[in-house]
């Protein structure tokens, strides 16, 4: 390989087809001269433009369909040469650190020797010692193109605000569960929003055993195992459902305080006793219905009892998840739109009142397909405040335009799967961690079960890896009507 031109943080390598380089592979330009050395990383593959070698493919072409009559006088033996050449490609690179005396920094501002720089092909397990992105807690995601494994640490989405987004069935939910399962090994405290059902099961092995963390993966499913009882709901945590996820308007939301505090005074608050307050409140008409027909949603959605002894369950597995980790499924399978965030609100209000109150240490949220839960001032509180409590998300999602622009920009971490929309390109190319040609040009060649992790993860440099298969029962298919017609 030779190096051929540099504009700003772009190289243009020059590679001859021995030297089979692909797109999202690392080189090292090492000037020992300097004593420095550029790494960067692949981010296309074009045919070298060499003068004459257009002439040159016109000539070998058979004329109408006809190879040419006659015999191929070389008498230099020059013709395997022209067909190396013709072969040659361009290699363009992104300058990603350069690296002195095995220190790395982001600089890209000086001019390795074009004469004499070597030019080599860096192996993903150099360039993560080189980035130290090694811990104490490491979780496989899978391997590289090379054959080695990609190792990340835990620590690494410890705190941390991640995406993972990718087009339809590419294996989005596969990698959260993989990242899940494996933060439950290292005894953390995982709560998942699972929209199809699909987490319930990882206690399993693909076969329908029983695996090491069965006894970690406690499913809620709401209404049925998971209900709340009113006396345990703080004030403002049914506030935030009745105004956010019941759209009460503010007058009768004061009502529906008054209410409230009067019954826990009286130490009645029970579903049948806010009904017959609400029906006996001398109040205007329009505020009364207002609070009637909240009332009935909230009966309607089954959620909640009367009876504490069923209304626990959430509080014992927070408990044990805190002391030996665990993962707390929320199970919205079958849960209407407005239940789902009734329920989702009340999560939430619970796990920044456990970690206020230090009854949990930190809590990691993986949430698939936020956009249908989460209200809009929740994306906010997420990224920021949340975040301070000791929350940390990861949103999934095969619609990337569902998710702000402020999220990518402050993400920490980014799963990208294969995209090839443009639409899509374009949202996901906002995050601040990387720039868009690489996103642009990497994830429209994904193959499938393939990723491209940006972030800390990977201690910045962008990397594709194939995700490793988990022995789980990860009930991902699309269930299917030609499945067995073939
Ligand atoms: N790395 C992998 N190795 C083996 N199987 C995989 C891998 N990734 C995904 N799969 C399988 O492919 C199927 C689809 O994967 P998954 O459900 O994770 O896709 P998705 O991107 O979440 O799709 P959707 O957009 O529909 O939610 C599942 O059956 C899953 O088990
Ligand atoms: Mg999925």
């Given at each position: 390989m030779k190096l051929y031109k540099k504009e700003g943080n772009v190289l243009h390598i020059l590679s001859f087809p021995n030297e089979n380089a692909e797109k999202g592979d690392y080189l090292l330009v090492e000037d020992q001269d300097a004593g420095k050395a550029l790494i960067a990383q692949v981010i296309d593959v074009q045919f070298a433009c060499i003068p004459g070698v257009l002439e040159e493919l016109l000539r070998t072409l058979p004329d109408g369909g006809e190879p040419i009559q006659g015999e191929d006088i070389d008498p230099l033996e020059i013709a395997p040469h022209i067909t190396y050449i013709q072969d040659a490609s361009l290699l363009i690179c992104k300058i990603r650190a350069t690296l002195e005396n095995g220190l790395l920094s982001p600089s890209s501002s000086w001019l390795p020797s074009r004469s004499q720089s070597t030019i080599k092909k860096l192996s993903i397990p150099m360039l993560m010692k080189l980035a130290n992105v090694n811990g104490k807690l490491p979780i496989t995601l899978g391997s590289t193109k090379d054959a080695s494994l990609l190792t990340i640490d835990a620590s690494a989405v410890d705190g941390t605000l991640n995406i993972i987004t990718g087009k339809k069935g590419c294996g989005k939910s596969h990698l959260s569960k993989l990242l899940m399962v494996s933060l439950v090994g290292y005894k953390a405290t995982v709560v998942v929003f699972d929209l199809n059902g699909?987490?319930?099961?990882?206690?399993?092995?693909?076969?329908g055993k029983r695996n090491i963390h069965y006894d970690k993966i406690h499913t809620l499913t709401p209404a049925q195992n998971f209900k709340v009882a009113l006396e345990q709901l703080h004030l403002n945590v049914v506030m935030g459902i009745l105004t956010h996820a019941l759209h009460l308007p503010g007058t009768s939301a004061r009502e529906f305080r008054r209410i409230w505090k009067h019954l826990k005074e009286k130490g009645c608050l029970t579903l049948h006793e806010l009904g017959e307050a609400i029906r006996n409140l001398n109040c205007n008409q329009h505020v009364r219905d207002a609070l009637l027909s909240r009332y009935h949603a909230l009966v309607n959605?089954?959620?909640?009892?009367?009876?504490p002894a069923e209304a626990t369950l959430l509080d014992e597995c927070l408990l044990k998840a805190n002391e030996q980790g665990g993962a707390i499924i929320i199970n919205l399978r079958n849960t209407s739109t407005i239940d789902r965030q009734i329920v989702v609100e009340y999560i939430l209000g619970k796990l920044v009142d456990a970690l206020q109150s230090w009854r949990l240490k930190a809590v990691f949220l993986f949430a698939e397909e936020a956009h249908l839960y989460l209200r809009e001032t929740y994306w906010d509180d997420i990224v920021t405040r949340m975040r301070h409590f000791g929350i940390f998300t990861t949103f999934i999602t095969n619609?990337?335009?569902?998710?702000r622009e402020n999220i990518y920009r402050q993400a920490d971490n980014i799963f990208l799967f294969n995209f090839t929309n443009e639409h899509d390109l374009d949202v996901v190319s906002r995050a601040s961690r990387i720039d868009a040609e690489t996103i642009r040009s990497i994830a429209r060649d994904l193959p499938p079960h393939h990723c491209l992790a940006l972030g800390k993860v990977v201690g910045d440099f962008p990397i594709v890896a194939r995700i490793r298969p988990l022995d789980l029962k990860t009930m991902g298919e699309t269930r299917l009507f030609f499945k067995n017609i073939n």
């Open positions: 699909e987490y319930t099961s990882l206690g399993l092995t693909a076969d959605s089954g959620f909640f009892t009367d009876n619609q990337p335009d569902t998710i």
